[in-house]
């Protein structure tokens, strides 16, 4: 071997070296650990009868946005080679858009997602009676994988991650924001979601945790970089892409509820104990939706946490206790964490005429129950990495299993006492 070829074999070795990595990297883009294209990284905002739609790409890439209203395609824009790329395009009032958005360099990769946007501003309910199927997640995270498993090993979600629990009813403890890195496309795939069940005459409940209230007044604290660097790209404080009144996620958000009933179950993202549970579920959720969309909620909220004894509107210092009270529904732990608050939590299983209390934000290793099983715990160590299910037995109790993300089904416990509404469905899991 000469060593002509020699210092040809050692040059030609070299340049695959060093084109190795952008070789993995190009194989790559769509299987990396943290994403930001599609979804991951979405951030849509109406204002007035405009839609700005903000996306990104794995790379540098020119972006294109394709719009289409009823069905019919309605416009096509482009932008400049980025990490991070703005459209924004004319709407006629409230009516659903889907937009296909992505890199011009890679087609195939485009995402689609349809804004609903004839739902913006509209409360959600939040009293339900003959449900026969519940299935619950605690506190998310950001752990969107893990919720997409669990509610396929549910047989909520099929393979293409569709509803498939007919009339099932899902309830989402809240905190889905923060310590995760897939907050944003967690939300957008229940945002579809919700719409899919309810096509299907079932229902998906969302209530607010502490972490969602955080976000709407601005404390980023535990937010991950990942996705604090999709704002950055944005050009746009984290908070503000949940802005309440233009984001339409934001907005989609603060239509969502602080308690919930379901037949003989409440839920609650803390716990509720007096004075709160004077309120009864509706008049609470009307309280909620009334302060979130104040116009100066965020104003108010941030100045009252630099200064929560100083009043700067009449309505304040309630809405600072509604929202930050230890006591409050998105902050109360007492029910998991202390065993002398059995008088408190009979007074108000009585006072809503339930029988359990299903709780998130207090953490625990699996699934469990306190209080002889009227407090059912949810917020997993490892978020979304279990799931309550709660089922009608054809003698009209109810029978409480936990569901782990390896298949796993275990039963809790069966209340025979369950006093239930008539059903109309018969679903079996």
Not at 22 to 37: G, H, I, P, Q
Not at 349 to 366: E, T
Not at 381 to 397: D, F, G, H, Q, V
Request: proline share 3%; glycine share 6%; with cysteine.
């Amino acid at each position: 071997m000469t060593k002509a070829f020699i210092k040809y074999r050692l040059v030609w070795l070299g340049m695959m070296i060093g084109l190795l990595p952008l070789l993995l990297n190009a194989a790559a883009r769509y299987d990396r650990k943290f994403r930001v294209d599609g979804e991951y990284g979405l951030w849509v905002e109406k204002i007035d009868d405009e839609v700005v739609v903000h996306w990104m790409t794995m790379d540098a890439d020119s972006g294109f946005l394709r719009v289409y209203d009823d069905s019919n395609f309605s416009a096509f824009f482009k932008t400049p080679a980025d990490y991070a790329h703005m459209a924004a395009f004319q709407t006629r009032g409230r009516r659903d858009v889907l937009i296909e958005y992505g890199s011009l360099d890679y087609p195939e990769h485009a995402e689609q997602t349809v804004l609903y946007l004839s739902e913006m501003n509209t409360p959600q309910p939040s009293i339900f009676t003959g449900v026969d199927s519940v299935f619950v997640v605690g506190d998310i995270h950001g752990k969107y994988n893990n919720l997409v498993s669990i509610l396929q090993q549910g047989s909520v979600i099929d393979a293409s991650l569709d509803w498939i629990a007919g009339r099932g009813h899902l309830v989402i403890m809240g905190d889905v924001f923060d310590r995760g890195h897939d907050v944003i496309k967690s939300l957008w795939f229940l945002y579809r979601l919700e719409r899919q069940a309810r096509e299907s005459g079932g229902e998906i409940s969302l209530l607010l945790g502490n972490h969602e209230i955080m976000i709407f007044t601005g404390d980023t604290r535990y937010v991950t970089n990942k996705e604090l660097l999709i704002a950055r790209y944005h050009q746009v404080d984290y908070a503000e892409m949940f802005d309440i009144h233009n984001s339409v996620l934001g907005n989609w958000l603060a239509q969502q509820l602080g308690l919930l009933r379901i037949d003989d179950l409440l839920f609650a993202h803390g716990g509720i104990t007096f004075p709160y549970a004077k309120i009864d579920v509706e008049e609470f959720n009307k309280i909620l939706f009334s302060y979130l969309h104040e116009d100066d909620f965020s104003i108010y909220m941030n100045r009252a946490m630099e200064n929560p004894e100083r009043c700067f509107s009449s309505s304040l210092p309630d809405m600072f206790r509604f929202f930050f009270d230890p006591r409050s529904v998105f902050w109360y732990r007492d029910f998991v964490r202390s065993d002398d608050v059995e008088a408190d939590l009979d007074l108000v299983l009585d006072r809503y005429q339930v029988r359990h209390l299903i709780v998130g934000h207090s953490r625990v290793s699996q699934i469990q129950t306190f209080y002889d099983n009227k407090i059912i715990a949810v917020d997993m160590l490892n978020s979304a990495s279990e799931m309550l299910l709660a089922i009608r037995t054809p003698m009209k109790s109810k029978t409480f299993y936990r569901l782990t993300l390896d298949g796993k089904k275990q039963k809790l416990f069966e209340d025979n006492q369950s006093i239930l509404e008539p059903t109309t469905t018969s679903l079996s899991y």
